[in-house]
C-alpha cells in the first residue's frame, strides 16, 4: 500500500527551506551593511568564535564541503576580511585568520539592529526550543544521510 504524497503546505521540508529564504530576505539590509553574503557571514562567525581554524575544520562546523568553502575564502580574502596561509607542518593544510578588518567587522556587526531575534520571539516560540528542535532536526536528517551514503 502507497502512502498518498501530502500537499505543499503539509510538507515539513518546504516549511524549512521557505523559513532559510525568509531568514536569507531578513538578513540582508543587516549583512548588506557589513558587505557580506549570508555564507560568508557564516564563516565569519565561525572564525570570530575561533580565530586561526584549518579549511576543513571550518567546513566541518558549516557542514560545507571545499568545494563549496574555498570560494567564499577567496572572495572572502580578496576584501581584505581574512589572510589564507600554508600550514608549516603540512603544507596541504590551509590555516584561516581573521585580518585587521575581519576583526573590526564584528564590532560593526555587533552594533547593528539585526531584525532575527525579533522576529523569533514574535514566533511566540520560545527561542531556545526552536533552536533545540532545528538543531535535533539537521542532527537526524544528517545521520540519516550518512547511514545511507
Known sequence: MTTPVRGLDEQICFAVYSAA???????RPFLA?????YPQYLV???LWEHDGQGVKAIGDRLILDSGTLTPLLKRLEAN????????????RQVLVELSEAGRSLREKAGSLPNPVP????????????????VRALREALLSKAVAED
Open 21 to 27: 529564504h525568509a531568514f536569507n530576505r531578513a538578513y
Open 118 to 133: 525579533c522576529a523569533v520571539e514574535e514566533s511566540g516560540v520560545p527561542p531556545g526550543r526552536l533552536l533545540g528542535d
Open 80 to 91: 581584505g576580511l581574512i589572510l589564507r596561509k600554508r600550514g608549516r607542518e603540512d603544507e
Open 44 to 46: 565569519m562567525l565561525v
Open 33 to 37: 551593511e557589513l558587505g557580506l553574503t
